[in-house]
């Protein structure tokens, strides 16, 4: 994902925006990994640019945890055998804010952004190459795992922006 870049927050919203990405940088850095904190401030900045967007109604505390607890839904933050893991209620305790407002504020993001798990555009960057969806491409109507097809149709789908990089 590119950097993050206030000049692409609206003015409506960005002292909102400021707020919500204060407290997730914080969990985030001090509880996660900076991969957390940049995906964290990336979602935040597409949720700002929403029109109207959703930001404005709500506690800046339940917005803040509602994008992590999202992120970590994805990249299953809350399976024990991933590095890092939280529990979810042990994650919106950090923002201050009940399990059942942060979950359903999750809820909230992934449905009105059509978030699912392992969706690449919200991957960690250390687990894309093993998110299998990543690797996922459509060639004559039939889904394949470009992983398996010649090296030139890999260079091509990447040049095409398909995959993020390619594999090995």
């Keep these: 994902m590119p950097p993050p870049s206030r000049d692409r ?11 919500i990405v204060s407290l997730t940088d914080g ?27 959703p930001l404005i109604n709500g506690r800046v505390e ?3 945890c509602g994008i992590t607890y999202a ?4 990249n299953f933050l809350f399976d024990h055998a991933q590095t890092p893991h939280v529990r979810g209620t ?3 305790a950090l923002f201050g804010v009940s399990q059942s407002a942060g979950s359903a504020k999750a809820r909230e993001i992934m449905r009105l952004l059509r978030i699912v798990q392992l969706d690449p555009r ?11 969806l990543v690797w996922m491409i459509e060639v004559n109507g039939m889904v394949v795992d470009v992983r398996m097809m010649p090296r030139e149709l890999q260079e ?5 922006g398909l995959i993020p990089f390619v594999p090995d």
């Design 71 to 74: 992120l970590g839904a994805v």
């Design 27 to 53: 969990v985030c850095r001090a509880h996660l990994t900076e991969e957390y904190a940049v995906l964290a401030r990336e979602l935040t900045t597409t949720l700002a640019r929403k029109r109207p967007s």
């Design 9 to 19: 927050v609206p003015d409506a919203v960005r002292q909102r925006f400021d707020a």
């Design 122 to 132: 919200w991957c960690l960057p250390s687990k894309l190459a093993d998110n299998p």
């Design 90 to 92: 042990d994650l919106c």
């Design 62 to 64: 339940t917005w803040a």
């Design 156 to 160: 091509e789908a990447h040049r095409l």
